[in-house]
């Protein structure tokens, strides 16, 4: 138990002073000046509330911020699973089984084989993942999935993490709310809540700005660790690809082995904070909220919207600063995720060959030890660098340099990989 305690009260400590300020006025128009590490950083003591005080509830705030509020409430627009717009990589429902059959081999073994559906809105964060088929390793599910997370983890430590999903969920009502990004202080400023994100932040050379810190809680990649199911974010090395790449080779990690391959292969993960990381945008000092929840004007009353969505429905707010012909940025933004994912179908179609032609290589024919582990190799990395692009939620506009170099790297394993197994026959 003292292990507990000791780790506990590190976690929340760094939680505690990882509190940035973030304003709800307008932005000044033009492109934002990026800041060198460190510069104009406010870091105030945040508290973490008891847990009987922790107001979890979004409603609590209607009153005393309606519009903000209404504006949050607007991501439950989802709930009849509507499609709103065809536009790659906006908000809009879509079975992946059906639009990409390839996943349904690429994923053999796991659970996004057999259901896997593009994500809802904040407001059904919650019920998604309790009526989600795929299995719940444990409580660490619910990590970006409802406000009573923190509490969660103070009341019950890193034991929380390996608590029985089901049982643990039966007591929670909120799905994420305003606690998760400001505790009880909406409208002032930002707050870390998430643990892994407490922790992850000590090894990043550069704290990320206010508005891409609240998105950065949950939209990145990370994985359980097998003993504790604490959510881990694997930035040792850094957040570029390679640099995640290198951390679960070093330890030998692996989420699952293909049935048909034998190939030890990762699980991407929502990763749009590391793919933005670097590009144009963030380099100019955007985040993640200037774009997805911009400031608005509404009634004579300015605010941050926080109908989190795509920009290209609000295209003269999120862009509109530094961008004036908004058909000609939403044209762009289309072409630009029009080839990134006509890239992924074609690399997924080559890595689904590749798998084909490596289970018959196994069932007809006896494979050298060290050919194996070749083919193993490359159909990982390849792979992996498909599976960074394809389930990153921006479809490549993110950093479409980035995306575009996964891509190629991806499709140049898998024929290494197919020159090796045509050679074998």
Same mark, same amino acid.
């Not at 608590?163 to 994420?176: A, C, K, M, P, Y």
């Not at 000590?202 to 998105?215: D, M, N, R, S």
């Not at 990690?253 to 590009?279: A, C, N």
């Not at 609000?314 to 995720?337: L, N, P, R, W, Y």
């Given at each position: 138990?003292?292990?507990?305690?000791?780790?506990?009260?590190?976690?929340?400590?760094?939680?505690?002073?990882?509190?940035?300020?973030?304003?709800? $006025?307008?932005?000044?128009?033009?492109?934002?000046?990026?800041?060198?590490?460190?510069?104009?950083?406010?870091?105030?003591?945040?508290?973490?509330?008891?847990?009987?005080?922790?107001?979890?509830?979004?409603?609590?705030?209607?009153?005393?911020?309606?519009?903000? /509020?209404?504006?949050?409430?607007?991501?439950?627009?989802?709930?009849?699973?509507?499609?709103?717009?065809?536009?790659?990589?906006?908000?809009?429902?879509?079975?992946y089984l059906e639009k990409y059959p390839n996943?349904?081999?690429?994923?053999?073994?796991?659970?996004?084989?057999?259901?896997?559906?593009?994500?809802? %809105?904040?407001?059904?964060?919650?019920?998604?993942?309790?009526n989600t088929e795929r299995p719940k390793p444990?409580?660490?599910?619910?990590?970006?999935?409802?406000?009573?997370?923190?509490?969660?983890?103070?009341?019950?430590?890193?034991?929380?993490?390996?608590?029985?999903?089901?049982?643990?969920?039966?007591?929670?009502?909120?799905?994420?709310?305003?606690?998760?990004?400001?505790?009880?202080?909406? %409208?002032?400023?930002?707050?870390?809540? $998430?643990? #892994?994100?407490?922790?992850?932040?000590?090894?990043?050379?550069?704290?990320?700005?206010?508005?891409?810190?609240?998105?950065?809680?949950?939209?990145?990649?990370?994985?359980?660790?097998?003993d504790t199911k604490e959510v881990v974010l694997?930035?040792?090395?850094?957040?570029?690809?390679?640099?995640?790449?290198?951390?679960?080779?070093?330890?030998?990690? /692996?989420?699952?082995?293909?049935?048909?391959? %034998?190939?030890?292969?990762?699980?991407?993960?929502?990763?749009?904070?590391?793919? /933005?990381?670097?590009?144009?945008?963030?380099?100019?000092?955007?985040?993640?909220?200037?774009?997805?929840?911009?400031?608005?004007?509404?009634?004579?009353?300015?605010?941050?919207?926080?109908?989190?969505?795509?920009?290209?429905?609000?295209?003269?707010?999120?862009?509109?600063?530094?961008?004036?012909?908004?058909?000609?940025?939403?044209?762009?933004?289309?072409?630009?995720?029009?080839?990134?994912?006509?890239?992924?179908?074609?690399?997924?179609?080559?890595?689904?060959?590749?798998?084909?032609?490596?289970?018959?290589?196994?069932?007809?024919?006896?494979?050298?030890?060290?050919?194996?582990?070749?083919?193993?190799?490359? #159909?990982?990395?390849?792979?992996?660098?498909?599976?960074?692009?394809?389930?990153?939620?921006?479809?490549?506009?993110?950093?479409?340099?980035?995306?575009?170099?996964?891509?190629?790297?991806?499709?140049?394993?898998?024929?290494?990989?197919?020159?090796?197994?045509?050679?074998?026959?």
């Amino acid at each position: 138990m003292k292990k507990n305690i000791s780790w506990i009260v590190i976690c929340l400590t760094i939680i505690a002073i990882i509190t940035i300020n973030v304003g709800c $006025a307008r932005q000044e128009e033009g492109p934002p000046q990026a800041e060198e590490p460190g510069e104009g950083l406010q870091i105030p003591l945040g508290e973490i509330p008891a847990p009987e005080d922790m107001i979890l509830d979004a409603a609590h705030w209607e009153e005393e911020y309606p519009m903000i /509020y209404e504006s949050f409430i607007r991501t439950s627009r989802m709930g009849d699973f509507t499609v709103e717009d065809s536009t790659l990589g906006g908000l809009h429902p879509v079975d992946y089984l059906e639009k990409y059959p390839n996943i349904k081999i690429l994923y053999d073994g796991i659970g996004f084989s057999k259901e896997y559906y593009a994500a809802r %809105g904040h407001y059904y964060s919650l019920e998604d993942v309790i009526n989600t088929e795929r299995p719940k390793p444990g409580a660490s599910c619910l990590a970006c999935k409802t406000a009573d997370y923190e509490k969660l983890f103070v009341e019950h430590g890193e034991d929380m993490f390996a608590l029985d999903f089901h049982e643990t969920v039966q007591g929670i009502e909120n799905s994420i709310s305003c606690y998760n990004c400001h505790r009880n202080e909406p %409208g002032q400023n930002i707050q870390v809540t $998430a643990p #892994h994100l407490a922790v992850g932040l000590t090894k990043l050379e550069q704290e990320p700005p206010a508005g891409t810190l609240a998105c950065a809680q949950c939209h990145v990649e990370y994985y359980f660790n097998p003993d504790t199911k604490e959510v881990v974010l694997p930035w040792d090395n850094g957040i570029e690809i390679e640099d995640i790449e290198a951390y679960f080779e070093e330890r030998g990690f /692996y989420d699952w082995k293909h049935p048909r391959t %034998g190939t030890p292969l990762i699980k991407v993960q929502h990763p749009e904070f590391e793919m /933005y990381t670097g590009s144009i945008h963030d380099r100019m000092g955007v985040s993640c909220a200037d774009c997805h929840m911009p400031t608005v004007e509404e009634e004579g009353e300015t605010y941050r919207s926080h109908w989190a969505k795509s920009p290209l429905k609000t295209v003269e707010e999120s862009c509109g600063g530094c961008h004036k012909d908004g058909e000609a940025i939403i044209a762009q933004t289309e072409e630009i995720q029009r080839e990134i994912d006509d890239m992924q179908v074609e690399v997924s179609g080559m890595i689904v060959e590749l798998v084909e032609d490596f289970a018959a290589a196994l069932e007809e024919r006896d494979l050298e030890e060290a050919t194996v582990e070749e083919l193993w190799d490359l #159909h990982r990395k390849a792979q992996y660098r498909w599976d960074f692009v394809m389930v990153e939620n921006s479809t490549g506009f993110h950093h479409w340099e980035k995306a575009r170099k996964a891509l190629e790297e991806a499709k140049e394993f898998a024929q290494q990989a197919l020159d090796i197994l045509a050679e074998q026959q």
